[in-house]
C-alpha cells in the first residue's frame, strides 16, 4: 500500500542519480592571469588613493 502512486516513486528513483553526479563533478580550477591581475592592482590603488 505505500508504493501507490508509481510515478512519485519513478520521480524518487530519477533524482538519486543526479545527486551523485552532482557530488562527483570535478572541482573547478583557479587560474591566475597576470594582467587581470595587474588591473585588480591598479583599481585598489585607485580606491587607495581617492579617499
Do not use: G
Amino acid at each position: 500500500m505505500p508504493f501507490d502512486n508509481t510515478m512519485a516513486l519513478a520521480a524518487l528513483a530519477s533524482v538519486i542519480p543526479l545527486i551523485i553526479i552532482y557530488l562527483l563533478r570535478p572541482k573547478p580550477v583557479q587560474l591566475s592571469i597576470p594582467s587581470l591581475m595587474f588591473l585588480m592592482q591598479v583599481e585598489k590603488q585607485k580606491k587607495r588613493f581617492h579617499r
